[in-house]
């Protein structure tokens, strides 16, 4: 415990020094635009009058201070020199504010002659002057701070959001001429479109550029710098191992070929929302620590986020992922969504940690989805998901409530060992293949009422510490309970078994309600343990054997059977046939 708290005391003292350079660089920038904008004039007689302030305020100082024999007059001639070379002084500092002045200005001036300079190489038309002209703009933000710096990255950035066409992006054509037929008593048309010529190498130099520059080891770091991205084209881009400490913003952007973002670290809030990446998007062990948003974001390739961090609130709404997803060990600090997202791809979040809530709610998942030994400390919603492929759950842990409701497994599902320490949602849940619970733990309610089971279903040696509820579910395959524990009431009033049920060993420790249920198929209820109230009213056990031979324990009161004042009304399938059993232990 006092390690944990020395390592939180540790972070917030480099946040709070993080946070101050932050504002004292701020500051510092602000002062400056503001005496940048005083005049030289008023610069100089406000700083004479504060100069003559200064020599008044020292000459009375020194009067009250310095005894004066006002019978020599020497005395208060040396108070007096005193004062005037104060005013000496003052002159001195109006200079410097002269000086000064006279270095700033020239300090503007060559940078808007540089900075001009390389902004007209970038719109040169030939491709050697654009790739001179990128250096030279990146040479000006090195010898340039705050504002200035972020001028010149505003350009780079801006280069790269014009119109641009890959398929002539690597060829020496500069224009392309499309001519259209006269129309009936018409002039015959032109259209002239004119393009960059090899503007994919001086695209590809700004890359380069930008990421040298923001990665650990770069001589001048932008890394205190806003990126503005939005609906740029990138080729290959390779933007791993940067640091972007402010704002990113990549909306709308493009990504041909792969994509790499691997050790990227991003302190600002980043925005991918909308952006299309054509080939595999790379994203492992990324850090993100604040807001990340990729919502509507299309990968037609591999997306790769294994080992990420997201300190902040994640959104990946409506994002389509055609290939692979790899989130496993991802750890998600905060909410995380993926509601509406579609994986058409296999997807992994094996050993992944939601903190936050976790939403998937109405999202597709095509192939496999996994999410074995996944933590869930948040409402984990997968409410209306459809898993086509194979879904697996299998030692998972959820804190909160796990919410799968309506949703529907279309392959098998797998939640062995899994463990649920809140109220577990499965109301009106399909599942169209065989579902694992074996051994899995609920230690809130469990809810499968009105669940379609079409497979086998295993809840063999599971434990329910709360309500367990089944009602109106249906069991078209092998439902197996055996070895099952529950604690609290047991609900299965309605459900159907049209196959094989599997009670064996299952250990009822409050109600149980099998009220109405109907057994089309063998069920096996030996060495079952009654405690509590348990009721079979209104139960139809159709023609296979029914069996509740040898059971651990038998009520008290009794399990209530419809033919407890009759027992020739008992049907012929029940076993054993000397109703009522008797327990093992009497």
């Known amino acids: 415990m006092a390690g944990r708290v020395s390592a939180v005391r540790a972070?917030?003292?480099?946040?709070?020094?993080?946070?101050?350079?932050?504002?004292?660089?701020?500051?510092?920038?602000?002062?400056?635009?503001?005496?940048?904008?005083?005049?030289?004039?008023?610069?100089?007689?406000?700083?004479?009058?504060?100069?003559?302030?200064?020599?008044?305020?020292?000459?009375?100082?020194?009067?009250?201070?310095?005894?004066?024999?006002?019978s020599r007059a020497a005395a208060e001639i040396d108070v007096t020199r005193v004062a005037l070379t104060v005013v000496a002084g003052v002159g001195g500092v109006v200079a410097l504010v002269i000086a000064y002045r006279r270095q700033r200005d020239l300090e503007q001036s060559r940078f808007v002659e540089r900075f001009g300079a390389a902004a007209a190489q970038l719109g040169a038309t030939d491709v050697a002057i654009r790739i001179a002209g990128v250096y030279a703009m990146a040479g000006v933000a090195d010898e340039s701070e705050g504002p200035r710096r972020q001028q010149c990255i505003d350009v780079l950035c801006g280069y790269l959001r014009l119109p641009y066409t890959p398929?002539?992006?690597?060829?020496?054509?500069?224009?392309?001429?499309?001519?259209?037929?006269?129309?009936?008593?018409?002039?015959?048309k032109e259209q002239h479109f004119e393009y960059r010529q090899n503007d994919r190498e001086v695209r590809a130099t700004i890359v380069r550029v930008i990421a040298d520059h923001l990665r650990p080891n770069a001589e001048y770091s932008w890394s205190e710098s806003n990126f503005d991205f939005r609906t740029a084209h990138f080729e290959d881009v390779d933007l791993s191992n940067t640091t972007f400490s402010r704002d990113a913003r990549f909306n709308q952007a493009t990504f041909s070929g792969d994509t790499r973002f691997n050790d990227a670290v991003f302190s600002g809030d980043v925005w991918f929302s909308g952006a299309r990446f054509v080939g595999a998007a790379w994203f492992s062990e990324a850090a993100f620590s604040r807001d990340a948003r990729f919502d509507s974001v299309g990968f037609a390739g591999d997306a790769a986020f294994d080992k990420a961090s997201f300190a902040g609130e994640t959104w990946f709404n409506r994002a389509s992922f055609a290939g692979a997803a790899w989130f496993s060990e991802v750890n998600f600090s905060s909410d995380a969504r993926f509601n509406e997202a579609t994986f058409s791809g296999d997807a992994r979040f094996n050993d992944a940690i939601f903190s936050g809530e976790a939403r998937f709610d109405d999202a597709t998942f095509s192939r496999d989805a996994r999410f074995n030994e996944a933590t869930f400390s948040g409402e984990a919603r997968f409410n209306g998901v459809t898993f086509s492929g194979s879904a697996g759950f299998s030692g998972a842990r959820f804190t909160d409530?796990?919410?799968?409701?309506?949703?529907?497994?279309?392959?098998?599902?797998?939640?062995?060992?899994?463990?649920?320490?809140?109220?577990?949602?499965?109301?009106?849940?399909?599942?169209?293949?065989?579902?694992?619970?074996?051994?899995?733990s609920f230690r809130g309610a469990a809810w499968f009422n009105k669940a379609s089971f079409a497979g086998d279903t295993l809840f063999n040696e599971a434990s329910f510490s709360r309500d367990a509820g089944f009602s109106g579910a249906s069991f078209f395959g092998s439902a197996g309970f055996s070895g099952a524990r529950f604690t609290d009431t047991a609900w299965y009033s309605e459900a159907r078994f049209s196959s094989t049920a599997w009670f064996s060993e299952a250990t009822f420790s409050r109600d149980a309600r099998f009220d109405s249920a109907r057994f089309s198929g063998e069920a096996k209820f030996d060495a079952v343990t009654f405690s509590s109230v348990t009721s079979f009213s209104g139960v139809d056990f159709g023609a296979e054997e029914i069996t509740f031979a040898g059971p651990k324990q038998w009520g008290p009161p009794a399990p209530v059977f419809d033919w407890d004042q009759d027992v020739s009304q008992k049907p012929a399938n029940i076993e054993p046939q000397n109703w009522p059993p008797v327990a093992a232990s009497s």
Not at 47 to 70: F, H
Not at 410 to 437: C, K, L, P, Q, V
């Open 11 to 70: 972070q917030a003292r480099t946040k709070s020094g993080t946070l101050r350079t932050r504002v004292s660089k701020d500051s510092r920038a602000a002062i400056g635009r503001r005496a940048g904008r005083i005049r030289l004039l008023p610069a100089v007689l406000l700083a004479l009058t504060a100069g003559l302030g200064v020599a008044a305020a020292a000459y009375g100082l020194l009067r009250w201070i310095t005894p004066v024999d006002t």
């Open 167 to 188: 398929d002539l992006g690597g060829n020496h054509q500069t224009k392309d001429i499309v001519k259209y037929p006269a129309a009936q008593d018409g002039p015959e």
């Open 401 to 440: 409530t796990a919410w799968y409701s309506e949703a529907h497994f279309s392959s098998t599902a797998w939640f062995s060992e899994a463990t649920f320490s809140r109220d577990a949602r499965f109301d009106s849940t399909r599942f169209s293949r065989a579902a694992g619970f074996n051994k899995a």
